[in-house]
């Protein structure tokens, strides 16, 4: 045996031995599952959600954990329901899982039972309830909790109205989980002086926090700022990129606020044309707060249209892929198949790699 060929050798078994051994652990897995433990059954429907085709099975394993009183496969099932993967959309049973896996202290299910009595999602629409878990849910430093939280706090539902709370919500948000959310909302309250003193700066440092992490509310609110001269020079063409990177995520928000800055662009160039036909210097229209216009020049600074302030989290439900399983567990995949290829490829390689080493030896000696 050549030095190339113990080198092949060695790399293939390099690369077989932790097939095996995910084989192995696989093997191991399904045998737990089988006897009732539940975290392998979690794990194992786990790992069946990693192949899109054996959905049915993962629901299988995962109701089987969730009916043995784990948390994480009640949360993960409730998900299901909630979106209607293979099991058919179902309100009322994914509200059951979640109360199930929230009674336990599952933050993610306490957030999501929250939304559901916002909403009135399989259960009777309650302000208050949703409150409650809310704030179990922000205990444990859930984000998107703390940003209804303010939402709750500024719309005074569940809650007694109360701006300046809100505002320490969406700012525990932003502060400690740098929600975009959370940073959009504070800009929207600088904007209109609910709860802190008008700062339309301040409101505009905070809509580029939101927008800088693609969040499309905060590319809408960017974008009436400049479109209005909010703490900015006026700049449609800004307020134009900004919208439309909103629309390409799709606010609804951003396409009726295209339409208004078309509008705008069209009164602008009028007025403009209007004041130099009558001899007039043209200047920026748009000011700072203290530096507005006279009113009879403002025809282009119209009332700011509604901002697009979340009334509930963006982030509806918990995705599949955000609930982590009690341990890392490969798919179920055709391990020998894929063990048999490798080696076939290994073997493939080793013999190329000889028979060009061959090659080589022979041309350098008759050369040498």
Same mark, same amino acid.
């Given at each position: ?21 995910? #084989?192995?652990?696989? %093997? ?43 948390? %994480? ?28 896996? #929230?009674?336990? /202290? ?32 922000? %205990?444990? =430093? ?34 400690? =989980? =740098? ?13 209109? /002086? ?72 069209? #009164? #602008? ?67 020998? %198949? ?11 390689? /080793? ?18």
């Amino acid at each position: 045996m050549t030095w190339r060929t113990l080198f092949c050798v060695l790399i293939g078994g390099l690369v077989l031995i932790p097939v095996l051994v995910w #084989a192995r652990d696989l %093997e191991a897995l399904k045998k737990a599952a089988k006897k009732g433990d539940p975290k392998a059954q979690y794990e194992l429907g786990y790992a069946y959600t990693l192949d899109t085709n054996n959905y049915e099975e993962a629901v299988r394993w995962f109701r089987k954990a969730a009916k043995q009183g784990l948390p %994480e496969a009640q949360a993960i099932l409730g998900n299901f329901y909630e979106t209607g993967i293979t099991v058919g959309r179902d309100y009322e049973e994914a509200a059951e899982w979640y109360e199930k896996a #929230a009674s336990q /202290g599952f933050a993610r299910s306490q957030y999501n039972l929250g939304r559901f009595y916002q909403k009135g999602w399989g259960v009777k629409k309650d302000y208050k309830k949703a409150y409650e878990w809310y704030i179990l849910a922000a %205990e444990q =430093n859930i984000e998107d909790a703390k940003v209804n939280l303010g939402n709750l706090y500024r719309d005074g539902k569940g809650v007694k109205r109360d701006p300046k709370k809100a505002f320490e919500w969406y700012m525990k948000a932003a502060e400690e =989980n =740098n929600s975009p959310l959370g940073q959009n909302n504070i800009g929207t309250l600088y904007l209109e /002086g609910r709860g802190v003193e008008k700062d339309y700066t301040k409101a505009l440092v905070w809509f580029e926090k939101a927008a800088n992490q693609n969040e499309p509310l905060g590319h809408n609110n960017l974008a009436l700022m400049y479109m209005n001269g909010y703490g900015v020079e006026q700049d449609f063409d800004k307020a134009e990129e900004y919208l439309r990177l909103a629309a390409q995520q799709e606010l609804d928000l951003a396409f009726d606020n295209l339409r208004l800055l078309a509008r705008k662009k069209e #009164a #602008a160039m009028k007025f403009r044309q209007m004041m130099e036909e009558q001899g007039h210097e043209v200047t920026a229209l748009a000011r700072t707060e203290k530096d507005r216009v006279s009113p009879d020049v403002v025809m282009v600074s119209e009332q700011i249209e509604p901002i697009g302030i979340s009334s509930v989290g963006e982030k509806d439900f918990v995705s599949l892929a955000s609930l982590q399983p009690v341990r890392t567990t490969p798919p179920q995949i055709y391990i020998w %198949e894929i063990a048999l290829l490798i080696m076939i490829f290994l073997n493939i390689g /080793g013999y190329l790699w000889v028979a060009v080493g061959k090659k080589m030896e022979d041309f350098f000696i008759k050369n040498t």
